[in-house]
């Protein structure tokens, strides 16, 4: 234990002695003017590799990602490598405290991180084409990181498996009889974004409510995908959840969000390390990424014709505030030692 303490603090030294830049002041954002085949060939005479970091659930998830980018410039390969984002963060601190950065470009869940990677000195401050475009929140002022994609929570449900039911849209009608033994739900401690969810919602309606919620006998699960994949199983009796991403519905997967109550939206924000080994392609990616079409297609600018009825788009809403609810640590308290006891049941 002790040598793990001693370890610990070694790194957390080494790190603030190699990246703390207070009042490191270094002038204004370099903002990009070249168009995106000019950076194409100086990510080619670079070497044509780019590294990312991506927070998602599941290594497949933004598969599609690295085919559209390799498609869209050939002789580049994306180097993507999906994980969870609390996974990452401390790989990429881990990469500072040693003094060899490997990544490219960064872009996790974890939006409470970048400010003080930001303080250490870490960031390189770039401004893509199109960054003064981007919603206000969406953006750091000195273009030290941004956001590339929406992400918000939403009411799910299977319609083949509960066909003809009245909508869910507000918190309590999850808990409706109709729902008894049929919700998928991730822990709240597994996902600070999921727990910020049942915050909200004890917030509005008290302890009282997720009492009842245990009442109807939700399926426990590990990460934000599983309810997806449970759901949508045919042989499986779980058919609705409220701790997954949507926007949109799909085939036979409904959507909704709540009118009256308050639900998760954020954006995933995206950064290139100071120290990145390929700037220049790591700046393609970026710049890429927020084209139109592409930037659209991830929800970055969602249009509202696409979205359900009942949903308020995350930058003008009032529960897009998952960065300030994750920065006063002390209130969202330590990431648990080890998975609920239950997990691991046989």
Request: proline share 8%.
């Amino acid at each position: 234990m002790l040598r793990s303490l001693l370890t610990a603090s070694a790194v957390l030294a080494g790190q603030a002695l190699a990246y703390d830049q207070a009042l490191g002041f270094k002038g204004a954002a370099l903002v990009e003017t070249r168009p995106l085949d000019a950076i194409y060939k100086a990510a080619l005479a670079e070497g044509g590799v780019v590294t990312m970091w991506l927070g998602g659930d599941e290594r497949t998830d933004e598969d599609a990602l690295k085919k559209e980018f390799e498609g869209r410039f050939p002789g580049m390969t994306l180097n993507l490598t999906t994980d969870l984002s609390k996974y990452h963060s401390v790989r990429f601190d881990e990469q500072l405290a040693s003094g060899h950065v490997h990544v490219d470009s960064i872009a996790f869940q974890t939006v409470h991180d970048f400010p003080r990677l930001d303080a250490e000195g870490a960031l390189l401050h770039y401004a893509p084409v199109g960054f003064d475009k981007l919603y206000p929140a969406m953006r750091d002022v000195r273009a030290a990181f941004y956001g590339i994609l929406t992400v918000g929570w939403a009411g799910k449900w299977n319609t083949d498996k509960l066909p003809g039911i009245e909508a869910p849209v507000e918190w309590e009608d999850w808990l409706r009889p109709e729902f008894k033994d049929k919700l998928v739900l991730t822990y709240p401690n597994d996902d600070d974004a999921v727990l910020y969810a049942f915050d909200l919602i004890m917030q509005q309606y008290g302890t009282s409510w997720f009492d009842r919620l245990l009442a109807q006998n939700p399926r426990w699960v590990r990460g934000t995908r599983s309810p997806d994949t449970i759901m949508a199983d045919p042989k499986s009796t779980w058919a609705a959840s409220f701790t997954s991403d949507g926007l949109f519905p799909t085939k036979n997967i409904n959507v909704s969000h709540p009118v009256q109550g308050s639900f998760v939206t954020w954006f995933q924000l995206a950064a290139i390390p100071k120290d990145a080994p390929h700037p220049e392609a790591a700046k393609l990616l970026h710049n890429y990424m927020l084209t139109p079409r592409v930037a659209v297609d991830a929800r970055l600018v969602a249009r509202p014709q696409r979205c359900a009825a009942s949903c308020r788009l995350p930058w003008h809403s009032r529960d897009a505030r998952h960065q300030h609810y994750l920065l006063p640590r002390v209130d969202v308290g330590p990431p648990p030692p080890r998975a609920p006891a239950d997990l691991v049941r046989g």
